[in-house]
């Protein structure tokens, strides 16, 4: 099997499960993601997919909880065109390429730095796209983004891995550095 090589453990293997159900739903004729970045993505990297027991339904819960929060953001942006986004625990979500943001969006997708690493070899980049390399519980990485703009914060599948002290801390660091804006975020 050719491809980029994925050594992956924990919290963060699980970013290969969501990438692999949205792939699969995006072979799916009727697709309500349509996230052919994803299914470019499976198809790039060298991983025995079949020992995460994914299948075509899985794949469809993945894709309504994506599309909601794809159409939260996509509302935000519509009444902020000057806005951020913060996608924090992105994994390989492909949301950016999904929504294709206009000119006046920075877009910033934060995970762990080996999650950073393997996004960098699969995505192309593009103009305000800003990868951050950082676990969302260091209090440092908010200091390369912009306060001063209406902000999104989504965050789909991430809160599961934050104890309850850290998220509330992470929540109260965002509420503090942002001037303005919304989260939304997916619990489960
Ligand atoms: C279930 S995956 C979801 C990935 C992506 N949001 C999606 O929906 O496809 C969980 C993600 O949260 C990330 N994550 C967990 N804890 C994190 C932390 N403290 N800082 C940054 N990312 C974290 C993992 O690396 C992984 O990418």
Redesign the pocket.
Known sequence: MAGEKVNLTG??E??L???YG?ALESRLPNSLLRDYFADEAVRNIDYDFSRLKVDNNLGIGLAIR?KTLDVCVQDFLARNPDAIVLH??????TRIFRIDPPAGVDWFD???PE?IDLRRKLYPVRDHYHLIA????EPGWLNEVPRDRPAIVV????TP??GAE?GQQLFSRLVGHLSSGELVFRCL
């Not at 924090?88 to 979500?93: A, I, R, V």
């Not at 950082?134 to 519980?137: A, D, G, I, Q």
């Not at 965050?155 to 991430?158: H, K, P, V, Y």
């Open positions: 919290a963060k699980t970013l499960l969501t990438l949205k994506a924090l625990g992105c994994g390989l979500d934060v995970d762990y999650v950082s676990s969302v519980t965050a789909e599948g991430l891995y934050l850290e």
